[in-house]
Structure formats: structure tokens, C-alpha cells
């Protein structure tokens, strides 16, 4: 948290926005309907762009 991190964000319709977070849920083996997993979970975060700031979600390391 407070740390810098270079990305890419990733506009999703709201047409997929549900199964496309579902799919990368599963590909970071995050239970259907849980926020965490074994090794990572999902925080939403701000993220600063040239154009202003925008709320995101980020896959971080999970806490031991």
C-alpha cells in the first residue's frame, strides 16, 4: 500500500465486466465469490493516468 507500481488498466464493458473479473479471479485461483485466495487477493485501488484518477482493481500478494 502507498507504493508505485508501472500497469496497464484495462477499460471493461459492462457487458463482460462480471465474467472478466470472474475469469481473472480464477486464473489467480481466487474462490467464486471471495475477495482472496491462497496466494492473492483482489484490492480496489486508485490509480493515477494523465487523464485524472480512476478507481481499479489490483491482484496483490495475499497477507500470511
Known amino acids: ?9 484495462f477499460y471493461l464493458p459492462a457487458d463482460s465486466y ?4 470472474a475469469a481473472c479471479d ?3 485461483e481466487i474462490p467464486p465469490g471471495q475477495l482472496a485466495g491462497t ?3 483482489r484490492l480496489q485501488v486508485t ?3 494523465p487523464e485524472g484518477p480512476a478507481t481499479a482493481w489490483a491482484y496483490v500478494a ?3
Open 26 to 28: 480464477d486464473l489467480e
Open 47 to 49: 490509480v493515477h493516468t
Open 39 to 41: 496466494d492473492y487477493r
Open 18 to 21: 462480471n465474467a472478466t473479473l
Open 62 to 64: 495475499a497477507q500470511s
Open 1 to 9: 500500500p502507498g507504493g508505485c507500481v508501472d500497469g496497464e488498466l
